[in-house]
C-alpha cells in the first residue's frame, strides 16, 4: 500500500478532528477552530504538491468549519483561498467559492473587497468560459459597488468593461449609456479627460451600428456642446466622414476613412470588428438615412 503524502496526512487529521464528537471539556466551536487549522495546512500542503483541486476543497472545508465558529472574516479569507486554488483549471468551482467570498465581505458591509472578488468572477467568465452576459453583469455590479466605496475611477474602468461587451453582444442603447456615463465622470477630471474621446467614438461607432444614424448625429453635437474641443478631434472628424458614407450610401468613402485613420491610430479588435458590422449595414441597406 502507497503510504499517504504529508497533506493527505493532514487532511486525514482535519477529517478526524471535525467528525470527533465533542468531551465534557471542550466546545464544538474549539473542535471546528482546531479542524479549520488542520484543513488549512492540508490546502497548503496540497499547493505545494500542485494538487490545486484538492488544496481548493480543503481551503472550502476549512471556511465551512469558520462559518460554525462565526468566524467570518476568516471564512471569507479560506473561501477567497479556495478560489485562489480552483482557478488553476477549476472556473466553475472558482466562482462558487468567490462567491462565497463576496457574500461574507457583503455582510460585513467591505463592498470594496467584495468588488475586488466580482470583478475576478468578470474576469473568469470572459477569459475562461467565454460568456459574455454574465462578464457583463459581474463587471457592472462591481462598478456599483466600486462607485459606492468612492473608488470612481476603477469604477469606470469596470463599466467600460461592460460597454465593450455589451457592444458586442450587439445591445448598443446600453453601450451607449454607459460609455456616456463614464465619459461624463472623466470630463471632470484633468487626469482623464484625455480619454474622452475615445469613449465618445466607441459611443458613437455603437449608434452607426444601430443604424441609428440620426441619434449619432445628434450625440456627436451634444458632445461638441460637452467639451468644445471635440469636434476637432480625429475621432469626431472620422465620425463625421463615416456618416457621411453612410448617408450617401458610399461604400468606398466608408472603406477609405477607415484605412486613413488606422494608418494614424491603430485600430484595436473591438473597433475593427464594429467597423465591419456597421459596413455590413451599408452593404444591406445603403443610403438609409
Known amino acids: 500500500m502507497p503510504s499517504k503524502s504529508p497533506a493527505q496526512i493532514l487532511l486525514d487529521k482535519a477529517e478526524k478532528k471535525a467528525g ?43 471556511a465551512e468549519c469558520r462559518e460554525k465558529c462565526k468566524e467570518t472574516n476568516d471564512a471569507a479569507n479560506a473561501w477567497w483561498n479556495a478560489a485562489k486554488a ?55 455590479r ?17 463599466f467600460k468593461d461592460a460597454a465593450d461587451l455589451h457592444a458586442e453582444l450587439e445591445e448598443y ?3 451607449i449609456s454607459l460609455y456616456d456615463q463614464v465619459a461624463n465622470f472623466s470630463l471632470g477630471s484633468a487626469l482623464t479627460k484625455y480619454s474622452v474621446k475615445d469613449y465618445w467614438l466607441k459611443a458613437l461607432l455603437c449608434g452607426l451600428a444601430s443604424l441609428d444614424y440620426v441619434s449619432a448625429r445628434r450625440n456627436l453635437t451634444r458632445y461638441g456642446q460637452m467639451d468644445a474641443t471635440f469636434p476637432s478631434t480625429r475621432e469626431a472628424k472620422f465620425i463625421t466622414v463615416l ?15 477607415v484605412y486613413e485613420f488606422d494608418q494614424v491610430t491603430k485600430l484595436d479588435n473591438w473597433k475593427t470588428a464594429i467597423l465591419l458590422k456597421i459596413k455590413k449595414g451599408l452593404q444591406q441597406a445603403p443610403g438609409l438615412t
Not at 249 to 255: L, V
Open 86 to 140: 480552483y482557478k488553476r483549471g477549476y472556473p466553475d468551482l472558482a466562482i462558487q467559492a468567490l462567491s462565497q467570498t463576496i457574500t461574507h465581505l457583503t455582510q460585513a458591509g467591505r463592498f470594496r473587497q467584495a468588488a475586488d472578488r466580482e470583478k475576478e468572477i468578470a474576469q473568469i467568465h470572459l477569459q475562461e468560459q467565454q460568456d459574455l452576459r454574465r462578464a457583463c453583469e459581474s463587471f457592472r
Open 20 to 62: 470527533a464528537s465533542t468531551g465534557w471539556f471542550s466546545s464544538s466551536s474549539t473542535k471546528f477552530e482546531e479542524a479549520g487549522d488542520l484543513y488549512q495546512q492540508a490546502a497548503n500542503a496540497f499547493k505545494l504538491e500542485k494538487l490545486f483541486r484538492e488544496a481548493g476543497d480543503a481551503f472550502a472545508k476549512e
Open 142 to 158: 462591481a462598478g456599483e459597488w466600486y462607485a459606492q466605496e468612492d473608488a470612481t475611477a476603477t469604477a469606470n474602468a469596470c
Open 243 to 257: 456618416l457621411d458614407a453612410l448617408d450617401q450610401g458610399d461604400e468606398e468613402i466608408f472603406s477609405t476613412a
Open 173 to 175: 442603447p446600453t453601450a
